[in-house]
């Protein structure tokens, strides 16, 4: 009997070959894949309400909005936080609210106006972004999410090329 010497791991080379070609293969599709889910998911984020759909959301919001500034103006905790969910609350909880006034007033004076810029939905929020004035600064860019469900605020942020706060982070 006459024994061939045979090349040591020779399948496995191969079949080692076979795997990094197709997980290159099935890299490019992953990335090709993962581009594509997050383009739909981008453009499905967020979308600019009009006509009766943006009537529908100011109908509730402006109300909301002029409550929470009357608040803010009267130096009324209940009042400008009345309208707040509960993770709103916590970010901006009663014990600073005077030092927070005190800061936005500091830097943007009194609330004079504001005017709705645009209204989006973004999954389960409404978006109003404002643009306000102040005694100080003429732009500052408002915007509040509400919850779709109780129209209950999510978010508020103030931005002006001098200052920025935002109650999200």
């Known amino acids: 009997m006459v024994l061939k010497p045979q090349k040591p791991f020779s399948k496995c080379r191969k079949s080692c070959f076979y795997i990094q070609v197709t997980l290159r293969h099935l890299h490019r599709y992953s990335i090709v894949a993962l581009l594509l889910s997050t383009l739909i998911w981008l453009t499905a984020c967020e979308r600019t ?82 643009q306000a004035t102040f005694e100080k600064e003429e732009q500052v860019t408002v915007t509040i999410a509400f919850h779709a469900s109780d129209h209950s605020i999510a978010l508020l942020s103030f931005e002006s090329e001098k200052y920025a706060w935002s109650a999200w982070e």
């Open 49 to 130: 309400l009009s006509g009766t759909e943006r009537a529908a959301v100011l109908a509730f919001s402006e109300a909301i909005t002029d409550n929470m500034f009357a608040g803010l103006a009267a130096n009324d905790y209940a009042a400008f936080s009345r309208d707040f969910d509960s993770d709103m609350y916590e970010r901006a909880p009663a014990t600073e609210f005077s030092a927070w006034k005190e800061g936005l007033e500091d830097e943007f004076g009194a609330y004079l106006s504001r005017n709705v810029d645009k209204v989006t939905q973004s999954d389960e929020f409404y978006v109003v972004t404002y």
